[in-house]
Structures are given as C-alpha cells and as structure tokens.
C-alpha cells in the first residue's frame, strides 16, 4: 500500500470513528514557523542558486476542532502559511538575490492522547500551494518544478494552560518522494529537494 492509499485509509477511518467521541472544541491558532530552506538540485551549466541562509522564520494561522473521548481525541486542522526564502541567484555571470515566496494551505488530521494538561499527537497533512512561488530564472519551465499538492506527517506535544490558552511544538516531514518536479531548463537539469522539514510553534486559544 502507498502512501497515499494510507491516507485515504486513516481519513476514512477517522471519519467512521467521530460518532464515538463525545467532547467537541473549537479553536483559533497563530504562530512562527522555522523551516530549513528548500534547495534546488542543477546540473553544471550557467545557473547556479544557492540559500542565503540554511533557516528561515515563516508564520502561520488558522482554526482546529478537537473532538474528544476520554484519553484519545481526533483535531482536524486548515491554516494558512507563508514562507519567504533568499537565494543567491547567478545566471550567465550576473549575480543577484531574489525574495521567494511560498503561500499554502494546510490540512492537517491529527490523532493524540491527553493526561491532564500535556498532550501528544500525530498524523498526515495536506499541503496545496495558494499561487505560484516566484521564479528564480526567468524561464516559464522553472514553475512546473512545484507540486500543487504535497503530503506531509506532523508529530508534536501540547501544553493546555488556564484560561482555554492551547500552546504546542511540532515537527513537521514530508511523505513519498525526495524531490518536487524534475524540468529541463536550457540544457540543465533542476530538481527541488523536498527534505526541507520544519517546526512550528504555535499558540491558540479554544471556545
């Protein structure tokens, strides 16, 4: 079984399992994402496209349902994401950086178990792009190397404070294949590497 056929097997099964849970919140949730830098993998040849830096800070919002039944609990999630890297781009001898912006939308369904006020929790996330990233060569092939949609897992630990404030930490991996699309452009070759993982840190706030 593929991964992807395991995902629609757990969003099933989460499906048929929600009549068996008996406590539903609602929440909202904001916070900073640090991710490592996606890198593009080119052949030898005229362009060559390197990070600035190996990190960078993004942030995040969005709301979560957490629907209860005694220890185990199932939180489907949507928030919006935005990232924005630095490159240092050259191209036939001309060397410049370029602001890269990447805008999702992610879908995450979680699983967890709670003891008092630490949770901990897992599960598969969908992440569809909102838009086009900028393209670092000015070439129409550079756009086709990103996937609309990805498949990621999210694994973390909360914090349930007072007052209904939600705190978490987690860490964030992608499913399937190492690289985003492989375009030939010129007489290169690019590939994106997509073991570019990532925390979040997040705080929200439950009705």
Partial sequence: MNFK???VVFIFTALISLPVFSQIKFGIKTGATAILVPVYGITFGSVYIEPTH???FGTH????LRI???VIYFQPEMAFES???KYTVINNYVTKDVKQRINKLEIPLL???QFDITRFFLGPSASIKIGLPTALVNDPDFNKLFDKITWEYQVGFGIDLPEKIDLEVRFRGYLGKDSEGVEKIGYQTFTLDRCHFSFLFS???MF
């Fill in 83 to 85: 990232n924005a890297f």
């Fill in 54 to 56: 190996p990190w960078n």
């Fill in 203 to 205: 705080i929200g706030y």
């Fill in 5 to 7: 056929k395991s995902i």
């Fill in 61 to 64: 919002a969005g709301v979560f």
């Fill in 111 to 113: 699983f967890g178990a």
């Fill in 68 to 70: 209860n039944k005694e």
